[in-house]
């Protein structure tokens, strides 16, 4: 089974500090890499995905995320945030062979609080 | 054009009273999903349907009734509502196919007194 650990609930930085939030995840097979954010009293929307391929992706707004393949981890950077920024992220995975029944596994959110 | 629209956007009601979710995708996905995120915004997957077919059935309270009437709907019933189920529900759609990646609509924030 896979499961997913967003190390840090809350992250507080400054504007124009740079970010990293990190994900860890555990499988035993090939999994597809997720970070989604969430604006206030909005719904969740794609930043970015790891498929295959070069491991940093690019995401909207700036983001970033580097898939490591031997330390499990997907983690996202932002070198300078704005407040615009504030926000809840989440990382999720999947399956890569899951067949008909692939799904989310989620982790629990990360915080995200840019202050001025 | 919205890609994945559900109504109503706010729901408040009082304890045992029945009510519905709707939603609507128009990306031509053949999956779609309902997510309950509670006060910690912890996500949970509630139901799938595939082409109208249930796929997924998380451990779910049978208050909880989804319907699909076609590919591109899929509706949430709650009959005899708690003040547990107070939270935000979110209906997805992906393809089945694909990566796994879901495409989320605005959230429908129910509120029971």
């Known amino acids: 089974a896979q499961s997913v650990t967003q190390l840090d609930s809350q992250v507080p930085v400054f504007e124009e500090a740079p970010v990293e939030l990190r994900c860890n995840y555990s499988?035993?097979?090939?999994?597809?890499l997720f970070w989604y954010v969430q604006y206030p009293n909005q719904g969740l929307q794609l930043l970015l995905k790891?498929?295959?391929?070069s491991t940093l992706v690019k995401g909207i707004n700036g983001f970033e995320a580097e898939f490591n393949k031997s330390q499990t981890s997907f983690h996202l950077r932002k070198p300078s945030v704005h407040i615009s920024d504030t926000a809840e992220y989440f990382c999720?995975?999947?399956?890569?062979?899951?067949?008909?029944?692939?799904?989310?596994?989620w982790g629990l959110g990360t915080s995200l609080a840019v202050n001025p | 054009d919205t890609a994945v629209s559900q109504t109503p956007k706010y729901l408040v009601t009082q304890m045992g009273n029945d009510k519905s979710i709707k939603c609507e995708q128009n990306?031509?996905?053949?999956?779609m999903y309902w997510y309950k995120q509670d006060s910690k915004k912890f996500l949970k997957i509630m139901f799938s349907?595939?082409?109208?077919?249930?796929?997924i059935n998380e451990t779910v309270p049978n208050r909880f009734s989804p319907k699909s009437p076609d590919k591109a709907h899929l509706n949430l019933h709650i009959n005899s509502l708690e003040l547990g189920d107070s939270a935000v529900y979110f209906c997805?759609?992906?393809?089945?196919?694909?990566?796994?990646?879901?495409?989320f609509g605005e959230g429908s924030r129910l509120t029971v007194l």
């Open positions: 990306l031509g996905h053949d999956t």
């Open positions: 349907y595939n082409n109208k077919e249930l796929i």
């Open positions: 997805a759609s992906s393809q089945l196919e694909g990566t796994g990646e879901l495409f």
């Open positions: 499988s035993s097979v090939s999994v597809y």
């Open positions: 790891y498929l295959s391929g």
């Open positions: 999720a995975v999947s399956r890569t062979n899951a067949g008909n029944n692939r799904k989310l596994i």
